[in-house]
């Protein structure tokens, strides 16, 4: 080696050197890169009557299903239909818990794997993001096409109209569509209130109060929170507000207006719901991912407590733990008094469970035909049977047998007329609901902070977002 | 040049000589830093670089200055996390090392002293050894969804054995933060407690003997021992387990996340989860940003202050 002098130790010093750049921690800084904007031709195939979107025989489908309390039978009932018209297209159906995980990352990178996705649950990705970054798909289309039972209907034709309100996010296309109407309200046994506890159900929340007052002295708790999911109190919250101070306060919470947050109806709320924390009508100690089920089960099968915040899905979710006469009912949010600026039976009702069909599906017609499938009044009638739940196609479950919780939420929603309030802050500004009044809502159930505490923060919550660079704002029509 | 095609005049010359010298060592080094530099160098300066757009996902990200950061400034809930997150910077790497310490020296000379030997470990040593490091073996993953159920309220492991005492156990991970944050230094300290014990033996089993030996004949006691002989000779391990620690406690991200639910306490990571989630991808990277720095910055102040003189033994 002549005269080339290296030691051992110059070497290991080198090494060593290039070993501390690389500081460890911080994992998550090295796993991303920003994808290509290669465009990726969609499979397309001919037009024709059979086949009015335009289905390629043969591109292969995949579903992504929110495995969650539904379940992805009801789905599957679809992808088999799809399975049955287009027996090359071989569709394939994905359950899973973590949408956003799964889903997103493909989407992020221009080369989504799913045609068609359910984006629902805990892990749901912001609808509002992929909107505003023009990754999901305008599903105009599936609306203005024939509808699958009537050539003579468009699909448009056969829906609730909340559905096409919902997907819209600030201009005429339509990005995102729901398929089951949800009722949220205050849930109960009827039996327990009425047999039980010979009481009916609370108009006022002064005779709210009574019941609770009846119920503790039975050692039962009135209300029941579950602490790991502190966001079901605005299931029973939400509609107060509109029935307290009208239409207007929940349109500027919407559009985040100035002191939207601070109006004298929401305090009047927050007060209501303050006493039922102060006189210990609830009850807690749920935790953890799994609090709402612990909660549905106390209240189920242990009778622990009477009413619980919840939305239409509970009935299916609780099933295995609800005894046959429990009779389950829903009961729309009480009146403060007369003061109140709409009636009693003001109901929080959104279309639930929503899809998307990336904008860059490899078979993006596909997607649009599983919608088209499931909005077809054979799986609208298969999904009531399989969860329960209403469908949002018009008359679709028309002469069912219903069950207890179904009833009365077709009976609320009767009841309701056109008194249905729905808070689309949650799909423009999702954080603002998933973890700013989540992270609120759970220190005033402890009782940590007080109603003025309660509106300040998120009022500021509200302000923030407004002035957000990073986040799209929807403007007033 | 290679030395043979080099003249004779030059090839002597001493700064031809350090060149040839690097030369050499950069021959052998050039592929695995060319790894490097692809899979390690270049995603952190790409996130860096990211940091400053507002690059949410989609193929367009705009150079925005420090707008990203201007954000974070004012940003309460990224100082709400960055507080949990120094807490456990500063306390799991105290509790995590004192209890490691005492079990290695347990293992190592907490023994009674038999058959004339200067030190021995308590009665079954090797098998706590071993115990000790299982949860590390275990998936992290693992590891907070079994302590979530052992921490849950109503039906956890900890209020059920309150309860059997007769005391009414409080929500842990679904009360207030003070709790949370008990919670999680609980399940991380015992997730690396074990590592530590090994590491810590190691080191002590290095000792000679004969040092002990002395320290016995001048009638020291165990506690004397330990901080008069041991410490002072595994100071640099010590020194070494607290950086490596303290940045664990840092990036303490998938226990926090599948433990402890996000409206309780999050960590700093979580929150950057989140905002990755909501598609900020700029504001996200600008956190990681941030997170590096404060991990660089904590490890050089840890090894100016645990400078000491090396003990040559």
Redesign the interface.
């Known amino acids: 080696m ?5 030691n051992r130790r ?2 290991m010093k ?2 060593a050197a ?1 070993g501390l ?17 290669e465009e990726n031709k969609a499979e397309k195939g001919e037009k024709s009557k059979k086949n009015p979107l335009g289905v390629k025989e043969d591109a292969g489908l995949t579903v992504y299903i929110f495995n969650g309390g539904y379940g992805d039978k009801y789905a599957q009932y679809v992808t088999d239909m799809y399975a049955k018209k287009y027996p090359k297209a071989d569709p394939e159906q994905k359950p899973t818990e973590k949408i ?1 995980t799964q889903v ?1 990352p493909k989407i ?1 990178r ?1 080369k989504p794997t799913a045609d068609v996705v359910n984006n629902s649950g805990a892990d749901q990705m ?1 609808p509002g ?2 909107v ?4 999901v798909a305008d599903l105009s289309e599936v609306l203005d096409a024939p509808s699958w039972d009537d050539p003579n209907v468009t699909v448009r034709e056969t829906l609730v109209p909340v559905v096409e309100q919902m997907g819209r996010f600030g201009g005429k296309e339509c990005y995102q569509l729901n398929i089951a109407l949800t009722v949220y309200g205050n849930w109960y046994s009827k039996k327990l209130l009425e047999d039980g506890l010979d009481s009916s159900y609370p108009k006022t929340w002064d005779e709210m109060l009574a019941v609770c007052k009846k119920a503790k002295a039975k050692g039962i708790h009135g209300w029941s929170y579950p ?4 966001r079901y109190m605005f299931f029973s919250m939400y509609a107060m507000f509109a029935q307290r101070g009208g239409r207007d306060v929940t349109t500027a919470m919407d559009y985040l207006e100035p002191n939207a947050w601070k109006h004298e109806a929401v305090k009047e709320v927050f007060e209501a719901w303050e006493e039922l924390v102060a006189k210990k009508y609830v009850l ?6 799994e ?1 709402h089920t ?1 909660m549905q089960t106390a209240w189920t099968k242990e009778g622990k407590c009477l009413f619980v915040p919840n939305g239409s899905w509970v009935e299916n979710e609780a099933k295995d733990t609800t005894p046959k006469d429990f009779a389950m009912t829903v009961g729309a949010t009480p009146s403060l008094d007369s003061g109140d600026k709409m009636p009693f039976g003001t109901l929080y009702s959104p279309a639930g469970e929503p899809f998307i069909v990336p904008a860059k599906a490899k078979n993006r017609q596909g997607g649009l035909e599983w919608l088209r499938m499931m909005y077809s009044k054979e799986a609208a009638l298969n999904l009531f049977k399989e969860i329960g739940s209403m469908p949002v196609v018009k008359g679709a479950i028309d002469g069912q047998k219903l069950p207890s919780g179904t009833a009365s939420a077709q009976a609320a929603i009767k009841a309701a007329g056109d008194n249905i309030v729905i808070p689309q802050f949650m799909d423009w500004y ?2 603002l609901f998933r ?1 700013d009044f ?2 609120m809502i ?1 220190k005033f159930m ?1 009782g ?1 902070i007080g109603p003025k505490q309660a509106m300040d923060t998120m009022q ?1 919550a509200s302000d ?1 977002i407004m002035k ?4 799209t704002k929807v403007k007033k029509a | 040049m290679p ?2 095609f080099t003249p004779e005049r030059v ?2 010359d001493r700064r031809y ?1 350090t060149l ?2 690097y030369r ?2 950069v021959g ?2 050039a592929v695995p ?1 060319a790894f ?1 530099a692809l899979f ?2 270049s ?2 300066l ?2 860096i670089y ?1 940091s400053f757009t ?6 367009v ?1 705009n150079f ?1 200055g420090f ?1 990203n950061y201007e ?1 974070m400034w004012n ?3 990224f100082w709400d996390s960055l507080q949990v997150s120094v807490l456990l910077l500063v306390i799991a790497p105290v509790l995590t090392l004192v209890l490691g310490m005492f079990f290695a020296y347990m293992i190592t000379s907490g023994g009674r002293h038999r058959r004339g030997r200067a030190i021995a470990g308590v009665a079954g040593s090797s098998v706590y050894k071993v115990v000790y490091f299982f949860p590390q073996v275990l998936s992290v993953a693992i590891i907070a969804v079994v302590w ?2 052992v921490f ?4 956890g492991l900890i209020n059920g054995g309150l309860d059997k005492v007769g005391v009414d156990g409080p ?6 933060e003070t709790l949370g944050l008990i919670s999680l230094l609980t399940v991380i300290s015992w997730s690396f407690i074990g590592f530590y014990v090994v590491l810590f033996s190691a080191a002590m089993g290095a000792i000679p003997k004969d040092i002990y030996e002395a320290a016995l004949l001048d009638g020291a006691g165990r506690a004397r021992t330990f901080f008069n002989v041991t410490l002072p000779l595994i100071w640099d391990t010590v020194r070494t387990g607290w950086i490596y620690m303290g ?1 664990q406690a ?2 303490t ?1 998938a226990i926090c996340l599948v433990m402890v ?4 306490l999050k960590v700093t ?1 979580v929150f ?3 905002r ?10 600008a956190i ?2 941030v ?2 720095l404060l ?2 910055v904590f ?1 050089l102040i840890v090894m100016r202050v645990g400078n000491r003189d090396r003990i040559e033994y």
């Open positions: 002549g005269s080339t002098s290296v110059d070497v080198r090494a290039a750049l690389a500081v460890p921690a911080v994992g998550a800084l090295s796993s991303c890169a920003s994808g290509g904007g956003a997103q992020v221009g912001n993001k992929l505003h970054n023009k990754q602490g790991g999911h502190p807690t100690g749920f935790d953890g991912t609090a612990e999702n954080e973890e989540n992270n759970h402890q940590q500021k923030r957000d660079p990073d986040i | 030395p043979r090839r002597y000589r040839d010298k050499f060592i052998f080094l830093l490097y390690v160098i995603p952190f790409q996130a990211y507002d690059w949410s996902g989609g193929p990200a925005v707008d954000k940003d309460e809930r979530g159920r849950n309220t109503n039906s929500a842990w991970l679904g009360g207030d940045i840092l990036d991200f639910p996000p409206h309780v990571p950057l989860y989140e990755f989630r909501d598609g900020q991808y700029g504001y996200a990277t990681g940003v997170l590096l991990s660089m490890s």
